[in-house]
């Protein structure tokens, strides 16, 4: 075969993938102006204001910080210190500042350490500087480059291209959905519409537009407005909404000074974003498997596939079951320490707010990963089943 005939059936392979792709990207530019109208500048400050900037520790004038036992060896005690401003205007400049350490926030610092420094200006013209925190992009940015680099290593080109769905999901979320919210939104139809647009798109990525890859995506929106249904359900028959989420403190008090944002379905959407990545992987688990073993006998009718599809997914439900259920608790593993070490009674336990979140978190998300088993399995069946196919 000759370049020229690969290039032609590459074009031909690939086309339909090229336009959707491209429509996905009109709609996600569409969305994020709608979601970002423009913003007026911010006006200088004035008066007494603060600022966060990035510092270098360059001596250490003072420390009172010693461990303390009855906090299980967490240190306790003052710092003063020389620091040199490394961003913002006043880059550059050698202060003094002081870190407050306590086991709950901050820790002992040393020369070369860099931090976050809360510079505060007085109208008088004198600065202030304190430690607000231990300086971690850097550390953040080789955590997440050891990630890029360990998936394009092991996964490839597949790799790669998850990589490329994982920033997609995280720039919708980011730059569409939480702006859109604070525009008002509504909250649990939008959340469904962007999990429905980060499947389409992540499964063209991945494997193109065929049967395989609709089947998958078909199974992920089926599966997923079923994890929406049921824990709106669960939401009416507990009598509890976003409005009990931790957190939310915050944005109901937005809300009061005029922010439209919507704060009853936030439960429902927490739910959704969660249970998007498991039932992804249950669809295309199924979808793939079902595809293959059609592959490998075209002869396998429908009612055949569907029956090889549900073995193949009955495997992966409690495996999957148990990595919703676990992430959940592994996210509230302190405060369910916490509540463990009170010894509350089973009724004021099981009528507590908070444990009816977590259930309602946990099961509804399982239970979309559980239903697009037998969902998948069905589309994949009826998609592929035709005889000879």
């Known amino acids: 075969m000759t370049k020229k005939e690969k290039s032609a059936g590459f074009f031909h392979r690939n086309w339909k993938s090229a336009v959707i792709l491209l429509f996905a990207a009109a709609v996600f530019f569409a969305a994020w102006r709608w979601a970002n109208p423009g913003k007026s500048e911010r006006p200088a400050p004035s008066g007494d204001y603060a600022e966060y900037e990035n510092g270098k520790v360059l001596e250490i004038l003072s420390d009172s910080c010693q461990p303390d036992e009855t906090a299980g060896g967490g240190y306790r005690g003052e710092q003063s210190m020389t620091v040199l401003v490394q961003t913002g205007q006043y880059k550059g400049k050698t202060l003094?500042?002081?870190?407050?350490?306590?086991?709950?926030?901050?820790?002992?610092?040393?020369?070369?350490?860099?931090?976050?420094?809360?510079?505060?200006?007085?109208?008088?013209?004198?600065?202030?500087?304190?430690?607000?925190?231990?300086?971690?992009?850097?550390?953040?940015?080789?955590?997440?480059?050891?990630?890029?680099?360990v998936t394009v290593l092991v996964g490839g080109k597949t790799g790669a291209k998850s990589l490329l769905g994982?920033?997609?999901?995280?720039?919708?979320?980011?730059?569409?959905?939480?702006?859109?919210?604070?525009?008002?939104?509504?909250?649990?139809?939008?959340?469904?519409?962007?999990?429905?647009?980060?499947?389409?798109?992540?499964?063209?990525?991945?494997?193109?537009?065929?049967r395989k890859a609709l089947c998958a995506m078909l199974g992920t929106v089926a599966g997923t407005a079923l994890a929406m249904l049921f824990g709106m359900g669960a939401q009416a028959l507990l009598r509890i909404n976003g409005?009990?989420?931790?957190?939310?403190?915050?944005?109901l008090q937005l809300r009061q000074t005029g922010s439209p944002v919507g704060l009853q379905g936030l439960l429902t959407a927490g739910i959704l974003i969660g249970a998007l990545g498991a039932v992804m992987d249950v669809a295309m688990s199924v979808s793939s498997a079902v595809w293959e073993l059609k592959a490998v006998n075209p002869d396998l009718t429908g009612k055949q596939l569907w029956r090889s599809g549900m073995n193949i997914g009955k495997d992966m439900v409690g495996t999957m079951t148990n990595t919703l259920i676990l992430a959940?608790?592994?996210?509230?593993?302190?405060?369910?320490?916490?509540?463990?070490?009170l010894e509350l009674p089973v009724h004021e336990l099981l009528s507590s707010a908070y444990?009816?979140?977590?259930?309602?978190?946990?099961?509804?998300?399982?239970?979309?990963?559980?239903?697009?088993?037998?969902?998948?399995?069905?589309?994949?069946?009826?998609?592929?089943?035709?005889?000879?196919?």
């Open 96 to 149: 003094l500042a002081y870190n407050h350490v306590a086991p709950l926030y901050n820790a002992p610092l040393s020369p070369g350490d860099r931090v976050t420094l809360i510079l505060s200006t007085y109208e008088n013209g004198d600065i202030s500087a304190s430690v607000y925190e231990y300086e971690r992009s850097y550390g953040l940015l080789l955590i997440i480059a050891a990630f890029l680099l």
């Open 166 to 210: 994982l920033a997609l999901t995280i720039g919708c979320l980011l730059w569409v959905l939480l702006p859109a919210l604070l525009r008002g939104a509504p909250t649990v139809p939008s959340t469904f519409l962007l999990c429905a647009y980060v499947a389409v798109v992540c499964f063209t990525l991945l494997g193109g537009v065929n």
């Open 243 to 251: 409005f009990r989420t931790s957190d939310v403190e915050p944005l």
């Open 328 to 341: 959940f608790m592994g996210g509230s593993f302190t405060l369910i320490l916490y509540l463990y070490s």
């Open 355 to 389: 444990l009816s979140i977590e259930v309602i978190s946990g099961v509804a998300s399982s239970m979309g990963v559980i239903l697009s088993v037998p969902l998948t399995a069905a589309i994949a069946a009826a998609l592929f089943g035709k005889k000879g196919k």
